[in-house]
């Protein structure tokens, strides 16, 4: 290794190690933190994270990656190394090409927008939210002018949560997606309906608590690596590849919250945990998107979890453990409660079938936003045609409707199209899984994973934030990210739960 | 507030907020981190720890002392302002005095030392830890040197955990306990000795964790603005004044150890949450010394929690959480059960009677060491004889003898007196307090701490690292720290429960 690379490599560890320090502070402060802490945490999340900006950003890090640019212009281009200096300068660019005044005005503007976007949506008047959101607009746009022009000027939002993907993708993916799962839903909705009322009684905490506990365990979650937690918002933090953690919530009396909460959290700590370990203290160390990361959490709590083998194996211990709520219930029933479609207001609460759904209208107001061809002023009625056509029904207001997520009030724009492209990378890679182990129902059927994680682990884990997305994927199965998996994934279980 | 002022004080918080990291990353460590996470979490608190000393060691910070020290010159010296610039300037210099160089060598040296240390005492051979500890003193020498002369070496160590604090001083004052306090021991050694086998029965963890939480909250512990947890050792940190966590651990077959741990550390607590608002993100906001936090701790602990009137209101309420264990005991042998001396090898065992002897021994011994006029092989000899002299047992080896603590393999050569000082100046205090509020024991048998609280908030808590603790004391009850009431109470105590 070069003098100049060991050098480089040193500085950026230090960044890794300023950045554990702030997901902790993150961590705490969602977990264990008294109230009486939060101002002094504001402080010491800000000093810290600007001091984190300045040091990476700092103009020796960026000479050392112009010479050592040169210095691999022959090398492997898909050694470790050519990829580090790969992400890592990436990042630079994109931490430097903005300026410092712009990313203060920017801060400020979204602190203020985080109030108004609150108090509009407690007060269902999207009005007041609005100045703000134009605002909002108007700088991510300068935004996308401080860097080199795309094909598009949302790729460039979209670069930053999912490396590489083109507007021109994600358009053509969700024009598939809109079609067949529409008339999906039409179909579902015409058909007999699911009961699940068993699940909306009382669990007690402490079964749900052990039980997710023995599902993680058998997934392979490890937890002299990792641990789980309480937190308002479940969520997945690392502070290195052997320091993973994830959170949970519990409601007493609708028991899938937890127990799909905990598999879908472990399945993002799988895929931290998964990482060569020869990333530590590198940029590598993460996953490859917001999107792959979300392929990994929607295939244990989905593909897994929400499978009759998974439930074959695991029914007869969760009726042990909640023999008053599941004893009378038959497996069949079970399964198809716990899968029940219904088109419902809220994103975060929506079920397989739905989901995209919801992720398309955003995805659609966003990109018209950019192009300048839809006011905000005219969003929420936007909002409700496009709610109607999709989902089937109207919101009845806007605190329910377009005022319901937090993303556009933080800048988010670009965000949300990687929790779609979560479910379809996941069945993508579950398809070509199957083919690679083709008794894995079997192994399912029995309560074995590890043939499952070690597939995951070699082909995709591991490689942590070496490859982009798409290149990721390609390596994997063969082609690019699509729709098709996804959609006769969803077809093919539909219809035989609603019997269409 | 001049502009240089605000400056300075602009960038000192900044360098409370990176402590601040540091001590969450180490609170994590010790509560709740998974077992990988060592190796990172040692990355993570090199880097923070010294990227903090390179922004407070910056010659900018130098430049500001220095200006606003002529600024300064005739304001009120008393003023916070001047007191501020006095502390910051007192750490400046203790932090650029010493050659990078030097701290590097430093901390390699004992690194390798509590190796060496943890060995010879495993192996109960002190020879092993020998050429360190002679390693170790040069060094502390070679540290002495980078300050001004003193009245004498040693009081350059002790300046670090007890400010303004002599050499002088402290022998004298253990002069004076040396002797009075082996007297009261041969004296005990003689009379009826008392019987705690109740205490050293089965006590669930559970329960014992509720009464803390009882006992603490009655105290005056703020949960709002701290929390406790578990940990092996219990401790108390700060990441502000308003959040203040302590720690605790369990024995289930000797019941005090938790409670009056958990007294002790509320004790700490209560201190740091005392602490004036103003001083939020500055480096007022701790305590004035360690001695000082130790009286604290050590009143709460001691004087209230070892008390006839504290019983006598709670021990109902233990009785009742421990009916099958305490139901047959009375009020007066329960409390000399929990204030039974006995002379024994381990200082963190010691009772209140027999600490003081446990830390002249290793004051002698350091200050010999500083002076020259004992060698490192002999130690372990000294030891024993003194050990003989004062406790009238003899280490049966050095493991339990001179190799017990871990102080001197971090080089904490000037540390232990102030555990002494603590007991000291805690009773010192409390002779003042009593005479502010003569029915503090009628108070405190009705259960209630407001008045005890609120006095030592105003007299001491408030003040934060304002005052040296000489000063503090000085300022409060009218004499610098002497230890006439401690030996008072002692031997008014335990004159009473051994019938002397």
Redesign the interface.
């Known amino acids: 290794m070069s003098e100049k690379f060991t050098k480089l490599k040193a500085l950026i ?2 960044v890794s ?2 950045n ?2 702030q997901a ?2 993150d961590w ?1 402060q969602q977990t ?6 939060a ?3 504001g ?2 999340l ?3 994270g600007s ?1 984190t900006h300045q ?1 990476f950003t700092s103009p020796k890090i960026g000479a050392l990656i112009e010479d050592l640019k040169k210095e691999f212009a022959d090398a492997d281009p898909d050694s470790d190394e050519a990829r580090y200096l790969k992400v890592v300068s990436k990042d630079y660019d994109q931490a430097t090409k903005v300026p410092a005044e712009f990313v203060a005005k920017f801060a400020l503007l979204t602190a203020h927008a985080h109030e108004t976007w609150a108090k509009a949506r407690q007060e269902d008047n999207f009005s007041l939210f609005q100045p703000d959101l134009e605002e909002i607009l108007k700088m991510r746009k300068e935004y996308i002018s401080f860097f080199p022009p795309a094909d598009h000027p949302y790729d460039t939002l979209l670069d930053q949560f999912e490396p590489g993907m083109k507007t021109a993708d994600v358009k053509e993916i969700f024009g598939v997606l809109r079609e067949r799962q529409v008339e999906l839903l039409k179909n579902i909705a015409s058909a007999k309906q699911v009961n699940d009322d068993f699940l909306h009684i009382n669990y007690p905490e402490k079964q749900q608590w052990d039980f997710g506990v023995e599902v993680a365990t058998k997934f392979g979650y ?6 789980q ?1 309480k937190s308002v918002h479940p969520f997945t933090t690392s ?5 993973v ?1 994830i959170t949970t919530r519990f409601m007493e009396d609708f028991f899938p919250s937890a127990l799909f909460g905990t598999m879908h959290e472990a399945g993002h700590g799988l895929y931290e945990m998964g990482i060569n370990q020869e990333y ?2 590198t940029p590598l160390a993460g996953g490859a998107s917001l999107g792959v990361h979300e392929s990994q959490s929607r295939l244990w709590e989905n593909l897994v979890g929400r499978s009759m083998p998974f439930w074959e194996h695991f029914y007869p211990r969760l009726q042990e453990t909640f023999p008053s709520q599941l004893g009378n219930v038959a497996l069949p029933d079970f399964y198809k409660g716990i899968n029940k479609v219904e088109p419902s207001l809220i994103r975060v609460e929506a079920d397989e079938a739905t989901y995209n759904m919801h992720i398309m209208l955003r995805l659609e107001l966003e990109i018209a936003m950019i192009e300048g061809s839809v006011e905000i002023k005219d969003l929420p009625t936007l909002w409700n045609t496009k709610f109607e056509e999709y989902l089937g029904i109207t919101p009845p207001n806007d605190a329910e409707g377009v005022l319901q997520d937090i993303h556009w009030s933080f800048g988010g724009l670009g965000y949300f199209s990687t929790y779609a492209l979560g479910n379809l990378i996941s069945v993508q890679l579950w398809e070509k899984m199957n083919e690679d182990i083709p008794d894995i129902d079997e192994q399912i059927r029995k309560g074995e994973f590890s043939t499952l994680l070690g597939w995951l682990r070699k082909n995709v884990h591991t490689h942590g934030r070496k490859y982009e997305p798409q290149e990721l994927v390609q390596r994997v199965t063969g082609s690019k990210i699509t729709p098709e998996p996804y959609l006769r994934y969803l077809e093919n279980k539909y219809s035989e739960i609603y019997g269409l």
Chains 1, 2 share one sequence.
């Open positions: 560890a230090e190690d300023l554990a320090a902790l502070l705490d264990y933190m008294p109230s009486g802490g101002e002094g945490r402080h010491q800000a000093t810290l001091l040091k490890d937890w002299n690596r990792g641990r937690d502070f290195g590849i052997n320091d953690r530590s203290r």
